[in-house]
Structure formats: structure tokens, C-alpha cells
């Protein structure tokens, strides 16, 4: 979710990444072994003057994730597995 290309969605709010974080977490299986954190990043951009149009500056916004795995909870899960 954090990587920029051709082709991948980029989420710009954090509503919309923690719904997609949950999903996927839940399809795998592992949202209480998974903790995650959201970082929202508000980057300006300053845009040039063109023709009639006068100079500006953009905002854009990029939410970040990062997930922590939550050893006690992964250990209890491993223990109930008989691993």
C-alpha cells in the first residue's frame, strides 16, 4: 500500500486505507496479530505561472501504513496451534 507506480491506488484519506487494511487483514486471518499505524502526509507542491493561469501551490495528501506485529498475542496464537 505504500508503494507509487503505474496501475496502484494510491489512498488519500485514512478512512480509506484503515477500511482496505481491515479487509485484508481479515481475509487473512490476522487482525489481532497485526497492529498498524497510520501516518497522514500533506505535501505541497508550488506550480509555476502558465499563460493566464497564475503561480500556485498544490496540496496533496498521502496516507502512510505501517504494521507492528503484536508478539504476546502471535506466541498465545502459536501456543494454541502447538507450534
Do not use: H, W
Not at 484519506?13 to 487494511?21: F, G, L, N, Q, S
Request: glycine share 4%.
Amino acid at each position: 500500500m505504500n508503494k507509487r507506480g503505474k496501475g496502484r491506488v494510491v489512498y488519500r484519506t485514512i478512512d480509506a486505507a484503515r477500511e482496505k487494511v481491515a479487509s485484508i487483514l481479515a481475509d487473512k486471518r490476522v487482525a489481532e496479530v497485526i497492529n498498524v499505524e497510520y501516518i497522514e502526509r500533506i505535501i505541497e507542491i508550488p506550480k509555476r505561472k502558465y499563460g493566464d493561469k497564475p503561480a500556485r501551490i498544490e496540496l496533496t495528501t498521502r496516507v502512510q501504513v505501517k504494521p507492528f506485529i503484536n508478539l504476546p498475542t502471535l506466541k498465545k496464537v502459536q501456543e494454541s496451534l502447538g507450534c
